[in-house]
Structures are given as structure tokens and as C-alpha cells.
């Protein structure tokens, strides 16, 4: 899982409620994405940002919002709005240059209760 | 717009067979490709990519794969398959003509490869 820390490992939350999901990474990368992981449908794009400031909408940004106040982190927050929250959430981060991979971190259960 | 797709939702191979897991991918231009392994409450690691120049592409634990233009495919292959090889297999895809601002992976829905002892 690289230089990429993902907290915490398992997330329960009461309907209703909003929580942050926290990334962090030391590998000097300048984007980092969100990825949200369901049984049998892959990974699905929420947000990224290739710089800090700067985020742009994924596939299925409704009910989720960021932040990229510093190059190291990029919190995601599901919002009471998101109406399916329960999922695996991943984080990457990738190096300038459009062939460079993408390094994951180890995920975040969510799970509302 | 680019997409990929892995027609298989699970492949089965007896230990010490050769392993294949297929992927194809359509793209308006040129693409990069890759493939990643996830193992179980894991992220997601690395094992090839392709982006220019040789067909045959090598990667981690002695996998590799073949990109055919024709065929729009990238399969991912391993002439010996390990139980520890076990997992949930994701191909990527990237169009190379897609703009500067957009570093976004498109990800089939996985391919679930079980090596029975």
C-alpha cells in the first residue's frame, strides 16, 4: 500500500450522520482521487484533484465533498445526502505525467448503521 | 470516452496451470493500460502497465501481458499459477488523447481468479 495511510480501517455511522474519511500521503505526489468499491461493480470515481485547491467532480460525486487544503491530504466527507454510504472506500494518489500508475491506499469500510 | 471490460467474473485454474484473465478496452485514441491485484479488505497494488513500444509487457511476481491493437485487448497472463495468487484482478484504461487535466483510469468491474491446490 505504499506511502498512502488511509484511517480508520472500519467506519460505522448512524443514518443521518456525516463523516469524514481521511487520506494521507508522503510520496510527494500531486493528485489524489477517491474511489468508491461495491461488490461486483468495480471501482467508481468520486473526486480528484491534481493540485491543491483544486478537485474535480467524478462519476458519482452526489453526496460527498472534499478538500485539497495541502498537498499531503485529501479528506473525503459522505454526507448525510449520499443515500447508500455502505461501501469499501480507496484512496490513490498518482505523479505528474499521464502514464505514471496510481499507488492505493488500504481502504476504509463504511458501514451506516 | 473510454471504457474496459473484463467478460469474466471469475476464473478457476488448478496450481502450477497457466492463468489467464482477459480484458479489452475501447478508447478514441492510443491507451494506456493497466492492471492491478487486489487482495481481500486490501487496496489495490500495481502489477504492469503499458504505454508504449513492446507488446509484451512483464510485472510484478512474474505476471505479464500483451497488448493486441487489433483486438482491443490487454490480457493478463502468468505461465504457472500459485494459490497465493488468488485474488481480485482489475484492468485499467487511460486515452492517451484524452487532455493534460485529466489523469483519470477507467476500471473494469474485476475478475475474481481462484488457484485450487
Known amino acids: 500500500d505504499g506511502g498512502i495511510t488511509q484511517s480508520p480501517k472500519y467506519l460505522f455511522r448512524k443514518e443521518g450522520q456525516n463523516v469524514t474519511l481521511s487520506c494521507e500521503q508522503n510520496l510527494n505526489h500531486d493528485a489524489m482521487y477517491w474511489y468508491r468499491q461495491d461488490p461486483g461493480q468495480g471501482l467508481r470515481l468520486i473526486y480528484y484533484s491534481q493540485i491543491v485547491n483544486d478537485f474535480q467532480k467524478g462519476d458519482i460525486a452526489e453526496g460527498y465533498s472534499v478538500s485539497r487544503e495541502k498537498k499531503e491530504s485529501f479528506p473525503l466527507t459522505v454526507t448525510s445526502a449520499q443515500k447508500n454510504p455502505t461501501a469499501f472506500y480507496l484512496c490513490a494518489s498518482k505523479n505528474s505525467g499521464g502514464n505514471n500508475e496510481q499507488f492505493f491506499g488500504p481502504g476504509t469500510r463504511l458501514t451506516v448503521l | 470516452a473510454q471504457s474496459v471490460a473484463q467478460p469474466e467474473d471469475q476464473v478457476n485454474v488448478a496450481e502450477g496451470n497457466p492463468l489467464t484473465v482477459k480484458c479489452t478496452y475501447s478508447?478514441?485514441?492510443?491507451?494506456?493500460l493497466f492492471w492491478y491485484v487486489q487482495y481481500p479488505n486490501r487496496g489495490l497494488q500495481f502489477l504492469l502497465k503499458?504505454?508504449?513500444?513492446?507488446?509484451l509487457v512483464k510485472g510484478s511476481y512474474g505476471f505479464e501481458a500483451e497488448f493486441n491493437k487489433s483486438q482491443t485487448s490487454f490480457h493478463l497472463k502468468k505461465p504457472s499459477a500459485l494459490v497465493s495468487d488468488s485474488a481480485l484482478y482489475f484492468c485499467?484504461?487511460?486515452?492517451?488523447?484524452?487532455?493534460?487535466?485529466?489523469?483519470?483510469?477507467?476500471f473494469g468491474k474485476g475478475t475474481k481468479l481462484s488457484v485450487i491446490p
Open positions: 485499467a484504461v487511460r486515452d492517451v488523447s484524452s487532455g493534460a487535466g485529466s489523469y483519470q483510469l477507467t
Open positions: 478508447v478514441s485514441g492510443n491507451p494506456y
Open positions: 503499458y504505454i508504449t513500444g513492446d507488446n
